[in-house]
């Protein structure tokens, strides 16, 4: 996926559905065209893949415990203390590479995509180094992205970027944060629907 279009890009920010809802994110323009995805591979923090192999390493664990029969929610339940503890050590490492200099919060985000506020404008196709810190520990993702869109919203600019170069695993993760985050939406607004039709 190299020399992209806008049409390209537009299409591809479509793939995914995305939700509305701020996290940290670090974004820096850098010169050039998109790198490889070998140049990807080799430009991934240790931090970002140690969160990323923890992870997955979790949830392969826990999937396996359902073959032991009566013991295996105790175990089940050990086994997540444990990996909420290194959940928290790796979110404290994982916070060291959040650079604040660079720092911003999406306004929306998904697995094709996200949009954030910024004080410049970015002209589209520029290519960014983006960095996504996600919610309850859920890990973090190192990409490179493109940029979408960038329209004026008051004495701010909305950019819209695609992630053009991310590992599949990546992609996935970030498809269970929104989708989470979508849940936890949805559940929000029935309580509120529910607390109008009592009162």
């Known amino acids: 996926m190299s020399d992209l279009t806008l049409k390209q890009l537009a299409d591809t920010y ?29 430009a991934i923090p240790p931090p ?10 979790s949830g392969s664990a826990l999937r396996s415990l359902n073959r032991l029969g009566e013991m295996a929610e105790e175990l089940a339940n050990y086994l997540q ?8 050590l790796l979110h404290y490492v994982l916070q060291q590479q959040d650079n604040a200099n660079e720092r911003f919060i999406t306004q929306s985000f998904g697995a094709s995509g996200c949009s954030y506020l910024a004080n410049t404008p970015l002209a589209p196709l520029t290519v960014l180094e983006l960095k996504l810190f996600l919610d309850n520990n859920d890990g973090a993702v190192f990409c490179y992205a493109q940029v979408l869109s960038c329209e004026q919203q008051a004495e701010k600019w909305q950019i819209k970027v695609v992630f053009t170069r ?4 990546d992609r996935e993760l970030i498809v269970r944060a929104s989708l989470h985050q979508q849940s936890k939406l949805l559940k929000q607004k029935a309580e509120q629907r529910q607390q109008h039709s009592s009162s």
């Open 14 to 42: 479509q793939d995914y559905f995305s939700v509305e809802h701020g996290i940290n994110i670090n974004a820096k323009a850098i010169n050039g065209p998109l790198p490889s995805t070998a140049a990807l591979d080799a």
């Open 48 to 57: 970002f893949l140690l969160a990323s192999n923890v992870n997955s390493l």
């Open 81 to 88: 203390q444990q990996a909420r503890k290194i959940d928290l």
């Open 166 to 169: 991310i590992r599949d695993e």
